[in-house]
């Protein structure tokens, strides 16, 4: 029997140093997590309905903090500029500076530097949901924005008269939507604008952020906490049945 009671308190010990040590960890995780996603990223609620479906009124995002010159065509940006108004917005970048951009070809699709763009994103209730508009250049270190919901989005299309052919500056994006964070019915990442779109075009389109990852290490970190916070009063009472049956 005193073998048996030094060889449970043994375990029991080495037991409670796997717990310290996944609770230890956990906390690391979980909390490294968080201040990974805090650093990285923004929240902003979505003013108006002109990027339906892809994002809508309301709906609140997360945007990764990044330079204005890393954006590529297809991402969605949040920008700020007193031309456009005093609140953020949020539109799609469809043309960056030196792209000529024009709408439509004969199937409907907007064309960039000659070439149709698939944008399965893009709300289409009938075939003039684009709104045609001429050919347009766009001026260097600027971006050609248009919001996913064609028929009523205010953007670059409703600004071609003006000496920046409606375009933004690089300098005005204050981050990179990745995600939308609510409702919980909308949760999780936007999709990619898809392979027969911009991915097609010379300089491709952006990489996903590092969100998921940020998320996993939350998950993992919640999971390590609970399951070493849990093995205590297990193991206590597994000993303690083992105890009953031989007594």
């Known amino acids: 029997m005193a073998d048996g009671s030094r060889g449970e308190a043994g375990g029991s010990r080495l037991g409670h140093r796997i717990s310290s040590i996944a609770v230890a960890l956990g906390c690391v995780l979980f909390l490294g ?15 108006t309905d002109s990027m339906d479906p ?15 010159d890393e954006v590529r065509r297809g991402d969605v940006v949040v920008f700020q500029d007193s031309v456009w ?3 953020p917005m949020i539109k799609r970048v469809i043309g960056v500076g030196g792209d000529k951009v ?23 209730q009938d075939p003039q949901a684009q709104r045609e508009f001429s050919t347009t250049v766009v001026p260097g270190k600027k971006l050609f924005l248009l919001g996913d919901n064609r028929q009523d989005s205010l953007d670059s299309r409703t600004r071609l008269e003006d000496g920046d052919h409606g375009a933004v500056s690089r300098s005005a994006v204050t981050g990179r939507v990745d ?13 990619e604008p898809g392979s ?25 970190g919640a999971a390590l ?18 105890r009953t049956r031989q007594g």
């Not at 997590?33 to 003013?47: D, K, M």
């Open 85 to 87: 108004g005093s609140s």
């Open 33 to 47: 997590g968080f201040v990974w996603a805090a650093v990285l990223y923004q929240p902003y609620t979505v003013p």
């Open 225 to 242: 906490v609970l399951g070493g916070a849990a093995y205590g009063p297990l193991a206590r009472r597994a000993a303690l049945s083992a």
């Open 102 to 124: 024009a709408c439509c070809d004969a199937r409907g699709h907007l064309t960039v530097n000659g070439r149709p763009v698939e944008e399965p994103y893009v709300q289409r």
């Open 179 to 191: 995600a939308v964070a609510w409702p919980l019915g909308s949760l999780g990442m936007l999709p």
């Open 196 to 220: 027969e779109g911009f991915a097609a075009l010379p300089g491709g389109t952006s990489e996903p952020g590092p969100l998921p990852w940020a998320v996993a290490a939350i998950v993992a």
């Open 54 to 68: 892809t994002v809508k009124a309301g709906d609140r995002v997360l945007a990764e903090r990044v330079d204005g």
